[in-house]
């Protein structure tokens, strides 16, 4: 298999373009393909400050490293979950994401959630009845809030995440699989921004997982390979894996699934219903907003620890 | 014979065949993986050699 730029010998197959390219010109690929979509979906200009949320995951210390090649200006955001499960997984992927930073002396923003609120993750979702087999969604909830919550208290423009094509795939293959239309309408590549809310954007959404993992490979970027402890089983995983045997018969057929949607909504496949947009209240003790008067989701699952 | 790695299993292949075939007769998706031999990466058209210790690393993460 030939580099279909310079005809030496490739690396990364990229079976969904018809393209194969060697190291080098992979290396700039991935890059150039971000920025386009930076551009196409106006995720953010040169002159604004932007927090990457770093897991110490390939995806999201790779968007960290692309984004310093591009020369934007972007700090990061490490989230302590406190998960340990005999595997120090959370205390590795926080070394890893402060090498990371230190290495390229870049800002990284640390958030340790038992200090802050009193439990880590396992044992929130224990004391949480939304918490019974669905530790994800409570740590989806509470990066999400954490995320907000720095963005706006350290005046960031933008909160980019490290969702790769296979990410929104499989979000978009589970909401489809639910008729889940509420989320149908918010599922893109930026969520724009609104009081109390910081803008959302997604640079890797059109770049395989598989590429972004030759990526940190290439990059030589160190990050942590084990499979987060809690996401056994996950429902994103099982969608993720029947995506890829599509995939394997169809080169293509994710990336196709995924712009298909964009396209589709863009076209007015899904219209919002302005009688069911909820009114934002901001809650009373955080301050960001909710759809119900009162707490936010967030602050009624962490006031008991609180107590 | 060719081994192939993935996570704690291991896999034995006769030497010869492609990256590919290799995949498909232990039943593992070249899209859920990136195959290394001696730290360099490798695509499915490889052919294994004798001896050839492949690395598969898993790209699928999440929850």
Request: some cysteine; aromatic content about 8%; overall charge positive.
């Amino acid at each position: 298999m030939k580099c279909r730029m310079c005809g030496a010998k490739a690396s990364v197959n990229l079976r969904q373009h018809h393209m194969a390219l060697c190291k080098d010109h992979f290396l700039e690929w991935v890059p150039a393909q971000t920025e386009r979509f930076i551009k196409k979906y106006a995720m953010f200009i040169r002159d604004e400050k932007i927090l990457v949320a770093v897991s110490g995951g390939k995806d999201s210390l790779s968007l960290w490293d692309i984004l310093q090649r591009l020369g934007y200006q972007a700090d990061g955001l490490y989230i302590c979950l406190g998960i340990d499960e005999g595997i120090q997984y959370s205390a590795e992927s926080q070394r890893l994401a402060e090498s990371f930073a230190a290495g390229r002396g870049l800002r990284l923003h640390v958030v340790d959630i038992q200090k802050e609120y009193k439990d880590a993750i396992p044992v929130l979702t224990l004391k949480n009845r939304r918490g019974k087999g669905k530790d994800c969604s409570i740590c989806g909830l509470v990066k999400r809030h954490e995320m907000n919550r720095i963005a706006r208290d350290f005046g960031y423009d933008v909160l980019a995440t490290g969702h790769n094509l296979d990410d929104e795939a499989a979000t978009l293959f589970g909401n489809t699989l639910n008729w889940a239309g509420e989320y149908l309408l918010r599922q893109g590549p930026v969520l724009a921004r609104k009081p109390g809310l910081a803008r959302k954007v997604k640079p890797l959404c059109r770049l395989y997982e598989r590429d972004m993992l030759a990526y940190a490979l290439l990059r030589n970027i160190e990050y942590i390979y084990d499979e987060c402890p809690l996401s056994v089983g996950a429902a994103s995983i099982q969608y993720k894996e029947l995506l890829n045997r599509l995939e394997n018969q169809r080169p293509g057929a994710k990336l196709s699934f995924y712009l298909s949607f964009l396209e589709a909504r863009q076209n007015g496949l899904f219209i919002e219903r302005q009688a069911i947009q909820a009114e934002l209240h901001p809650c009373p003790i955080c301050g960001q907003p909710t759809s119900a008067e009162g707490l936010c989701s967030f602050c009624r699952m962490v006031t008991p620890s609180l107590k | 014979m060719v081994k192939l790695v993935l996570r704690n299993q291991e896999y034995e292949v006769h030497a010869g065949m492609t990256l590919l075939s290799a995949l498909q007769k232990i039943g593992i998706l070249p899209e859920g993986i990136v195959a290394t031999r001696t730290g360099e990466m490798i695509e499915e058209d490889e052919i294994l050699k004798d001896g050839d210790v492949i690395k598969l690393i898993t790209a699928i993460s999440g929850g």
